[in-house]
T-cell receptor, first 113, second 117 residues
Framework: GQQLNQSPQSMFIQEGEDVSMNCTSS?????WLWYKQDPGEGPVLLIA?????ELTSNGRLTAQFGITRKDSFLNISASIPSDVGIYFC?????????????FGKGTHLIIQP | NAGVTQTPKFRVLKTGQSMTLLCAQD?????MYWYRQDPGMGLRLIHY???????AKGEVPDGYNVSRLKKQNFLLGLESAAPSQTSVYFC????????????????FGPGTRLTVT
């Protein structure tokens, strides 16, 4: 099946720093989504992207749909302690049906006080 | 509006036992999904449903069965549990998109942590 390469696997940052993570694929994707998962909870949708080049913000979070349609980026500005968690990218690849949502393996964000 | 709910939250089974996980959504979504989440593996699709009365296999369907008798409920069954099925199980749902397929914006439940000994 399709695979997404999400990096970095984990990040140790100081509170107040900006964060960047990305997701890449060898296939063209039609939709990109970013989720956050807190410990013991289910993933929560943060941002959905539908067009190549699209840049969308949700508070301090900004995500972009890469122009090649094979990648997406998530930035978090001025990180705060509640940003800690696992961030997943997910994509719907071109030609995929109702099951066509593929997930990355996640980026663990750890914030040091 | 509770969104997606899952019962139970935790369960311990012995090898060979059976059980059913229940997922319910109150958003009138057409599409429902069952995933399992294992360390280092991300989320993997087990089965999904495109509407009431329909089911289809996902990436890792072996050892599981599903049923969608009512639009709001999606059941995941393990007929004979194995230690390899120890995992966290998530249910998700999505609404219909403008083109007739799913919107791909999936909304997740809180998960069921299953341990098979």
């Amino acid at each position: 099946g399709q695979q997404l390469n999400q990096s970095p696997q984990s990040m140790f940052i100081q509170e107040g720093e900006d964060v960047s993570m990305n997701c890449t694929s060898s296939s063209i994707f039609n939709t990109w989504l970013w989720y956050k998962q807190d410990p013991g909870e289910g993933p929560v949708l943060l941002i959905a992207l539908y067009k190549a080049g699209e840049l969308t913000s949700n508070g301090r979070l900004t995500a972009q749909f890469g122009i090649t349609r094979k990648d997406s980026f998530l930035n978090i500005s001025a990180s705060i302690p509640s940003d800690v968690g696992i961030y997943f990218c997910a994509g719907q690849y071109s030609g995929g049906g109702a099951d066509g949502l593929t997930f990355g393996k996640g980026t663990h964000l750890i914030i040091q006080p | 509006n509770a969104g997606v709910t899952q019962t139970p939250k935790f369960r311990v089974l012995k090898t060979g036992q059976s059980m059913t996980l229940l997922c319910a959504q109150d958003m009138n979504h057409e599409y429902m999904y069952w995933y399992r989440q294992d360390p280092g593996m991300g989320l993997r699709l087990i089965h999904y449903s495109v509407g009431e009365g329909t089911t289809a296999k996902g990436e890792v369907p072996d050892g599981y069965n599903v049923s969608r008798l009512k639009k709001q409920n999606f059941l995941l069954g393990l007929e004979s549990a194995a230690p390899s099925q120890t995992s966290v199980y998530f249910c998700a749902s999505s609404y219909s998109g403008t083109s007739g397929g799913p919107s791909y914006e999936q909304y997740f439940g809180p998960g069921t942590r299953l341990t098979v000994t």
